[in-house]
């Protein structure tokens, strides 16, 4: 079985160092194949905090890594920066794609840039986005699980969030399930939760896996840091499953460990 672990918002410069070294440590025994951050890498777009934050994903050890900005990603307060160049420090320190995607045999997962300058924290996707994502989704060999990462939720499950949801998010997540969509994933709002999507009119549905905050010690009222490692192996043409294992940080211990697990059934009829 194949793993991804996926994490989000850890806002470094909030970073809470016990998390950290506890995190580190369940990635090195993990050992996962991929690595994926769905954005809010920092909590002030500074360069050292983006210098934290590259140290922090090496040391976890994947063997590959797709990593997106969220908007905190984005300087705040300069200005200049932020409409000059508000991706700056981030491509120094994780390269210049903004939408990066990874393929293997097994696995297509496509990173959607949903910043905007001109916005202050709401996301936006694009039509010509959806379409390429729809496309590239499309062209998915039968045996690849197909992941979908942006940093605003496509799916909201406290009325407190709905303003928190994708600009653009019932057309994307449409196309995107028509298109062969099995997870979507994302963060943003510091809550992780697990629901099937299926859209209306749409022939398929899929799963929406929502992140929490990775390390940051601004968490929700009840809600500890939390990942999430996401499984699956092939069954014949196509993997049968998903495994998702939710792992939150026990304060009492120190370390990571296992509260939840999820498998998930997935629709493979072709698109």
């Not at 506890?22 to 500074?46: F, H, M, S």
């Not at 210049?96 to 293997?104: D, H, R, T, V």
Request: glycine share 8%.
């Amino acid at each position: 079985m194949s793993r991804l672990l996926f994490l989000s918002d850890p806002h470094f410069g909030t970073e809470r160092a016990p998390v950290v070294a506890a995190l580190i440590a369940l990635a090195q025994a993990l050992r996962p194949d991929l690595l994926v951050l769905a954005g809010d890498i920092t909590q002030r777009a500074r360069r050292r905090q983006f210098a934290a934050a590259r140290d922090f994903v090496d040391a976890l050890g994947a063997a590959a890594r797709v990593v997106l900005p969220g908007n905190h990603d984005l300087p705040l307060f300069n200005l200049w920066r932020r409409w000059r160049a508000p991706y700056a420090n981030h491509c120094a320190a994780f390269g210049p794609e903004l939408e990066p995607a990874f393929e293997s045999a097994e696995l297509l997962v496509l990173g959607v840039n949903t910043t905007r300058p001109a916005r202050h924290k709401d996301g936006e996707v694009s039509a010509a986005q959806i379409a390429r994502v729809a496309a590239r989704l499309a062209q998915a060999r039968p045996g690849q699980l197909r992941i979908v990462v942006t940093h605003q939720p496509l799916l909201a499950i406290e009325e407190s969030d709905r303003a928190n949801l994708l600009h653009g998010h019932r057309a994307a997540a449409q196309a995107w399930t028509e298109a062969g969509a099995d997870l979507l994933l994302g963060g943003h709002v510091h809550l992780p939760y697990v629901r099937p999507l299926a859209p209306p009119g749409a022939a398929r549905a899929a799963w929406v896996v929502q992140a929490g905050t990775a390390v940051s010690a601004r968490v929700r009222a009840g809600v500890p840091n939390s990942v999430w490692l996401l499984g699956w192996a092939r069954d014949g043409d196509g993997p049968a499953a998903c495994r998702a294992d939710r792992y939150d940080f026990d304060a009492a211990t120190g370390r990571f460990a296992r509260v939840e697990r999820h498998a998930l059934a997935l629709d493979r009829r072709q698109p």
